[in-house]
């Protein structure tokens, strides 16, 4: 098949659009809470709203084999488009439900979307190379979204003789009560000129590897039979649930206990956790060709609950400085648990993937609000206290876990079950 260049630089902007779009609600929520007067509860259903739009990953990747790539993926801008212009037409938490709902759907397709595409424009030779380079970018964005969330806020807050040409149109449409919003609106932006460019460029038709389709009934009730897709299951929405209740509420928890600034110092420490997520996937890369990855998983998660501690308890130097670091620590369950669940079984793993798919949209609409449920009755660090759980079951995974193939290491020898295959899908 024809490789595209111009595909694949194509892919990795679209990589960090959908970071930048999903990685800013953190800084974003102090702003919001104070805006409409909202109880933490309420404010948790906002990151809710988003991630239950996941939930389509499924339908989306039947529509992908029905209607090829670049329809879903201009449907899927489109989408986000219309959530992001909607909210900026009518700025009330109502609408705001129903414009993250709408962008999160549209992150869910592209997502589904995208990694087969990138495949066959890169090549299938080139494809783990280019995988990673998305990823980058994609922690690159997450990185930078906090940062120009807080460079749109401190600029149109300055008086009109000293901003520059953007910041003044922003002035023209953003209430001076909702700086905040100007992010909504370069959302908007952002996706009409992705609809634009997904127009005009020629994407090519992508043939599904069998590992990469959704799988029939059968696959999914062969699945649903074994227990060890329920476990791994859990342990995506805990480990989602854990990322986004960090970086959703740390912001506020700075605020809330420490009094820094959520358009300055929230927006750092959210943007240094997204960072060091990047940077630990890039070391994990290293620690995994030297440990077994359940180890590594046990390890990653004691630390995080210790760092954790240090965050809820430890003096604004240290709280400033240990939340972040959760994204060091954080960067490579997703992998180990996401690769464990695919070696655990032997066959039908575009099905699993798919299952495994939905628990992002249950970890990040279940724990956010619930944190802030019980922040409600009991104060946000109590209600932080819930990740501790979370981060439990992860540790977990690492000591139950027998995969029928492990991770290839320097020195061993061979990659043999440790668990007998009886125990699993034949």
């Given at each position: 098949m024809r490789r595209s260049p111009l595909v694949v630089l194509l892919v990795f902007l679209i990589f960090f659009v959908i970071s930048l779009l999903t990685n800013v609600s953190g800084p974003l929520l102090p702003?919001?809470?104070?805006?409409?007067?909202?109880?933490?509860?309420?404010?948790?259903?906002?990151?809710?709203?988003?991630?239950?739009?996941?939930?389509?990953?499924?339908?989306?990747?039947?529509?992908?084999?029905?209607?090829?790539?670049?329809?879903?993926?201009?449907?899927s801008f489109v989408l986000a488009f219309l959530g992001s212009f909607l909210f900026v037409l009518k700025p009330v938490y109502a609408v705001a439900l129903l414009s993250l709902f709408a962008i999160g759907a549209g992150m869910a397709m592209l997502q589904v979307a995208i990694n087969p595409l990138l495949r066959v424009a890169g090549g299938e030779e080139h494809y783990a190379f280019?995988?990673?380079?998305?990823?980058?970018?994609?922690?690159?964005?997450?990185?930078?979204?906090?940062?120009?969330?807080?460079?749109?806020?401190?600029?149109?807050?300055?008086?009109?003789?000293?901003?520059?040409?953007?910041?003044?149109?922003?002035?023209?449409?953003?209430?001076?009560?909702?700086?905040?919003?100007?992010?909504?609106?370069?959302?908007?932006?952002?996706?009409?000129?992705?609809?634009?460019?997904?127009?005009?460029?020629?994407?090519?038709?992508?043939?599904?590897?069998?590992?990469?389709?959704?799988?029939?009934?059968?696959?999914?009730?062969?699945?649903?039979?074994?227990?060890?897709?329920?476990?791994?299951?859990?342990?995506?929405?805990?480990?989602?649930?854990?990322?986004?209740?960090?970086?959703?509420?740390?912001?506020?928890?700075?605020?809330?206990?420490?009094?820094?600034?959520?358009?300055?110092?929230?927006?750092?420490?959210?943007a240094r956790f997204w960072g060091l997520l990047t940077l630990g996937c890039a070391v994990g890369l290293v620690l995994l060709r030297l440990w077994d990855s359940r180890r590594l998983l046990v390890a990653s998660g004691v630390l995080a609950a210790t760092t954790l501690a240090l965050a809820l308890f430890g003096s604004r130097a240290i709280s400033v400085v240990a939340f972040p670091m959760m994204g060091l620590w954080a960067s490579i369950m997703w992998g180990i648990i996401f690769s464990l669940a695919l070696n655990s079984v032997d066959r039908h793993h575009g099905s699993l993937s798919g299952i495994l798919c939905t628990g992002i949209a249950?970890?990040?609409?279940?724990?956010?609000?619930?944190?802030?449920?019980?922040?409600?009755?009991?104060?946000?660090?109590?209600?932080?206290?819930?990740?501790?759980?979370?981060?439990?079951?992860?540790?977990?995974?690492?000591?139950?876990?027998?995969?029928?193939?492990?991770?290839?290491?320097?020195?061993?020898?061979?990659?043999?079950?440790?668990?007998?295959?009886?125990?699993?899908?034949?």
């Open positions: 702003d919001i809470i104070g805006s409409f007067k909202l109880s933490l509860a309420l404010a948790g259903l906002l990151p809710s709203s988003f991630f239950l739009a996941y939930l389509l990953s499924i339908p989306a990747g039947l529509l992908i084999e029905r209607y090829d790539e670049k329809p879903v993926l201009i449907t280019f995988s990673v380079m998305a990823q980058l970018l994609f922690g690159s964005a997450s990185f930078f979204s906090p940062y120009l969330y807080s460079y749109l806020v401190r600029r149109l807050g300055e008086p009109r003789g000293l901003q520059n040409a953007l910041i003044r149109g922003l002035a023209e449409v953003v209430p001076p009560s909702m700086p905040w919003l100007s992010m909504y609106w370069i959302f908007t932006v952002v996706t009409l000129a992705m609809i634009l460019v997904l127009t005009f460029v020629k994407v090519p038709k992508v043939a599904l590897l069998e590992g990469e389709r959704a799988g029939s009934l059968d696959a999914h009730t062969a699945l649903l039979h074994n227990r060890y897709v329920y476990l791994f299951f859990v342990g995506i929405v805990c480990y989602v649930g854990t990322e986004q209740g960090i970086s959703n509420w740390m912001s506020e928890f700075l605020y809330r206990y420490h009094g820094l600034d959520p358009e300055v110092a929230g927006a750092r420490a959210v249950l970890g990040g609409a279940i724990l956010p609000p619930l944190i802030g449920k019980v922040g409600d009755v009991f104060g946000l660090r109590i209600g932080m206290l819930v990740l501790f759980l979370t981060l439990g079951y992860v540790i977990s995974i690492g000591l139950w876990a027998r995969p029928l193939v492990q991770n290839a290491t320097v020195g061993r020898k061979t990659d043999a079950a440790v668990m007998s295959s009886s125990s699993m899908i034949s």
